[in-house]
T-cell receptor
Framework: DAGITQSPRHKVTETGTPVTLRCHQT?????MYWYRQDPGHGLRLIHY???????DKGEVSDGYSVSRSKTEDFLLTLESATSSQTSVYFC????????????FGNGTRLTVT | AQRVTQPEKLLSVFKGAPVELKCNYS??????LFWYVQYSRQRLQLLLR??SRESIKGFTADLNKGETSFHLKKPFAQEEDSAMYYC?????????????FGGGTRVLVKP
């Protein structure tokens, strides 16, 4: 779907370690998003990007940073992972056309022990 | 602030029975509303959007601005409808307008 690849698919890490998740797209979509999915909370927006080097915070951005140095890659970094960041992380992309839908990656399941 | 509420976490119905997933929203402007679905082992994908007024896989959803609702309905549920459903809201038709999602409703269609 829109050639979106998330890596890794699964990761277990320890509290306090840095973690970087990668989202790669091949469709040249302008907009990219990172969501986390938690039971009862649905999907909550962490950060988003509206172009290379243009990023902004979402509703649950604390403890996360992002970078977008080229159109196809959007990286999400947990500077110092905490157990509350155990979640499934989804990347989504969107092109610039009117009323276009989001295209989602397969998700990354992150467990912080 | 925009908010989407899906009051049911789980809906269990028998095959052939009607199913209705509730979605209520709060938004001060004129919202764009969507239903996204995630089947087992598949990506989250768009099911339908209110602007299209279409029926997809037998599902329909009507925007009721008076009740601030966008309930999803299907008259005869099928086993393949078992999935996680998310209602989502955008403040604009323009691209780059971030979606706010509800908490999701898991639908289980029993044979």
């Amino acid at each position: 779907d829109a050639g979106i690849t998330q890596s890794p698919r699964h990761k277990v890490t320890e509290t306090g370690t840095p973690v970087t998740l990668r989202c790669h797209q091949t469709e040249n979509h302008r907009y990219m998003y990172w969501y986390r999915q938690d039971p009862g909370h649905g999907l909550r927006l962490i950060h988003y990007s509206y172009g290379v080097k243009d990023t902004d915070k979402g509703e649950v951005s604390d403890g996360y940073s992002v970078s977008r140095s080229k159109t196809e890659d959007f990286l999400l970094t947990l500077e110092s992972a905490t157990s509350s960041q155990t979640s499934v992380y989804f990347c989504a992309t969107e092109d610039s056309s009117y009323n276009s839908p989001l295209h989602f990656g397969n998700g990354t399941r992150l467990t912080v022990t | 602030a925009q908010r989407v509420t899906q009051p049911e976490k789980l809906l269990s119905v028998f095959k052939g029975a009607p199913v209705e997933l509730k979605c209520n929203y709060s938004y001060s402007g004129s919202p764009e509303l969507f239903w996204y679905v995630q089947y087992s082992r598949q990506r989250l994908q768009l099911l339908l959007r209110h602007i299209s007024r279409e029926s997809i896989k037998g599902f329909t959803a009507d925007l009721n601005k008076g009740e601030t609702s966008f309930h999803l309905k299907k008259p005869f549920a099928q086993e393949e409808d078992s999935a996680m459903y998310y209602c989502a809201l955008s403040g604009s038709k323009a691209a780059g307008n971030k979606l706010t999602f509800g908490g999701g409703t898991r639908v289980l269609v029993k044979p």
